[in-house]
């Protein structure tokens, strides 16, 4: 496969606190460690991380005309991703999250839709699109102006022109869920959704019904991220279980985006069905191991030698 990548859906930045061990009181100050700004949402996420594994990347979507909007842009420059795609909002801020990173590694958040809701199929140069040779769209249930009849009529074109798709969900804080996706599951190649969503959207509550929902519905490839319970993925043909690596929690922030990063990543180098599972289970489980959404990603040969100190040969 070619190995130019274009992932469109939510840019966001990521205001980090951790530990939080509980909230103040109105009018009152609580210290944590540590606290950083962080690029955020999962299309940058993803982005990010498949650019340090090797794959050429193109980010589209939306920031407002601001500093966090500036600030975004420039890392994904000193990233060595490509920015032209993304617009600027003249009428929302940039989405922003504030994520409360508890003392187990695991997160709250405080999030703002911000100029993500701006983003509508009306920014999209399909002309553009053909120079890719997959297409990942990342948290459309965050962008109420695209999601359903957008979101539908986008990946139905990206189809007719031969390229792969592949799509990733978010909390839909909006209640739409199945609603918001039905018609456009009969045009997804590779379906990346966690267990709470995928309980959400399918009505199931097994992951086996969960994948065979998604899968009875026309996607072809379903990938199910369950946390510190692996994950599985199935197609009419194939079904695969990966236990969670055994590392040291730090951070779960970006872990489910660095899971799709991975398989893409396999995707793009041609990998086997399970091997593009294993290898996202791996990089899902090397994004815990530090502070932020992709920073516990350096390169390929360092996530090889990761892969290696468990027992995997990639």
Do not use: Q
Request: net charge negative; glycine share 12%.
């Amino acid at each position: 496969m070619k190995n130019d990548v274009l992932c469109l859906g939510i840019i966001v930045g990521d205001f980090i606190a951790k530990p939080v061990e509980g909230m103040p009181e109105r009018g009152k100050l609580t210290l944590v460690g540590k606290t950083e700004l962080h690029i955020g949402g999962c299309a940058t996420n993803t982005g990010i991380v498949l650019k340090k594994l090797g794959v050429n990347v193109s980010i589209m979507g939306k920031v407002g005309n601001d500093n966090l909007g500036k600030f975004i842009i420039n890392k994904l420059k000193e990233e060595g991703i490509n920015t032209e795609y993304i617009k600027i909002s003249e009428k929302f801020t940039t989405s922003g999250t504030s994520v409360l990173v508890h003392s187990d590694g695991e997160r709250s958040f405080l999030h703002s839709v911000g100029s993500n809701s701006d983003f509508s199929i009306k920014d999209i140069d399909f002309e553009l699109l053909k120079n890719f040779s997959l297409i990942h769209i990342a948290g459309p249930f965050l962008m109420p102006n695209f999601i359903g009849e957008g979101l539908y009529l986008t990946l139905k074109k990206i189809k007719e022109m031969e390229i792969i798709t592949t799509v990733d969900t978010v909390w839909d804080p909006f209640g739409k869920w199945f609603e918001g996706i039905k018609d456009s599951l009969p045009y997804i190649d590779y379906f990346f959704v966690s267990f709470e969503e995928g309980k959400m959207i399918s009505g199931e509550k097994e992951k086996e019904k969960i994948c065979e929902f998604f899968i009875s519905k026309g996607v072809k490839n379903v990938c199910l991220k369950m946390g510190e319970n692996g994950s599985y993925i199935i197609n009419e043909k194939e079904r695969y279980y990966f236990p969670a690596l055994k590392v040291n929690v730090v951070d779960t922030t970006g872990a489910g985006d660095g899971y799709v990063a991975g398989f893409i990543k396999g995707l793009v180098e041609n990998y086997s069905f399970e091997k593009c599972g294993l290898l996202a289970n791996i990089v899902g489980a090397k994004i815990t191991t530090e502070i932020g959404a992709t920073s516990g990603v350096k390169d390929w040969e360092d996530l090889l030698n990761f892969a290696k100190n468990y027992g995997y040969e990639i």
